[in-house]
């Protein structure tokens, strides 16, 4: 839900934060907050038949074939390209997926992924010396409890790898939020599309050194797996990421970057909907400090 914050800054001084905000906009948010809190259920539907490589290439090549034809490559940035492609196709993407993969507890998952503006301010700390203020620093410390935290629940110690998966799919969005600096001559689009397009042969790589046979796994898989993978590639990345670049274009981050915190809140209810997760007081707690922490980052990055 984050991956598209870091890329916009300067499209985002458009509007006057004091205009009133039109109920489309609002609308269009809800979609788009919706849609990325349903992909953490889709992604779970997926990987319970597909495996995780396998389910990425599928997912990268159906991005590719849609978006090809009207994304153009940009010019001299196959360097940037290629290390933002590392930090997501290897890292976030295929560190979320096995993580999903292998916990019962998916909303917990999608708490620990807002981890991502954290790593962010690290990274951007030690490799662009860009100092914290008092409240990212505030936020910092309040986040990173939460996790510690949420990872002495009980119920989670049978799952332990999969939470340190997360944690790592995190760090590689905040790895990938840092790339982005200043990479203002590739859009939003253009980073989903080529991205997807270099992830698509490491992925069937992957796919053919460690899994089961391709051809074998998509004829065995139901429906609802196949659905999962395209709501995933369609839905979330291209509906909703382009959605929001849209969004980013006719309202400041200021106004937005905070609401994105009610994507895991919806994620968390969704799952223990659909899924039948408990929802323990411990998880409700944990998941308060993080995404306070969480908020104090964001105001203050997006207020800069």
């Not at 503006?117 to 409890?145: E, H, N, Q, T």
């Not at 969704?270 to 997760?277: K, Q």
Request: with cysteine.
């Amino acid at each position: 839900m984050s991956l598209i914050l870091a890329s916009n800054r300067k499209q985002t001084m458009i509007r006057d934060t004091d205009q009133p905000v039109p109920l489309k906009d609002y609308a269009v948010l809800a979609m788009i907050f919706i849609l990325w809190a349903l992909n953490y259920i889709a992604i779970k539907i997926s990987v319970s038949e597909f495996p995780v490589w396998t389910a990425l290439a599928i997912r990268f090549a159906i991005i590719v074939v849609i978006l090809v034809p009207f994304v153009k490559f940009p010019k001299g940035q196959f360097r940037s390209l290629l290390l933002i492609s590392v930090a997501l196709i290897p890292g976030h993407f295929g560190f979320l997926f096995w993580s999903i993969q292998n916990t019962a507890s998916v909303g917990a998952i999608s708490v620990i992924i807002q981890l991502g503006p954290a790593f962010s301010v690290l990274l951007a700390w030690i490799f662009f010396k860009d100092i914290p203020g008092i409240k990212r620093i505030s936020g910092l410390i309040i986040g990173f409890a939460g996790i510690v935290f949420l990872f002495y629940e009980p119920s989670f110690f049978d799952t332990l790898d999969a939470l340190l998966a997360g944690v790592a799919s995190a760090f590689f969005m905040g790895t990938y939020m840092a790339l982005v600096r200043g990479k203002d001559k590739i859009s939003p689009l253009a980073i989903i599309c080529w991205s997807s397009a270099l992830g698509v042969p490491f992925s069937l790589i992957m796919a053919l050194l460690f899994e089961a046979p391709i051809p074998q796994t998509m004829q065995a898989a139901s429906i609802e797996s196949w659905l999962g993978i395209v709501y995933a590639a369609i839905a979330s990345s291209i509906i909703a990421h382009g959605s929001w670049a849209w969004m980013l274009r006719r309202q400041p981050i200021s106004f937005l970057a905070p609401l994105t915190l009610i994507v895991p809140v919806l994620a968390v209810f969704a799952t223990v909907t659909i899924f039948d997760e408990p929802l323990t007081l411990h998880m409700i707690i944990a998941g308060l400090i993080v995404l306070s922490g969480m908020g104090l980052i964001t105001i203050s990055k997006a207020y800069k």
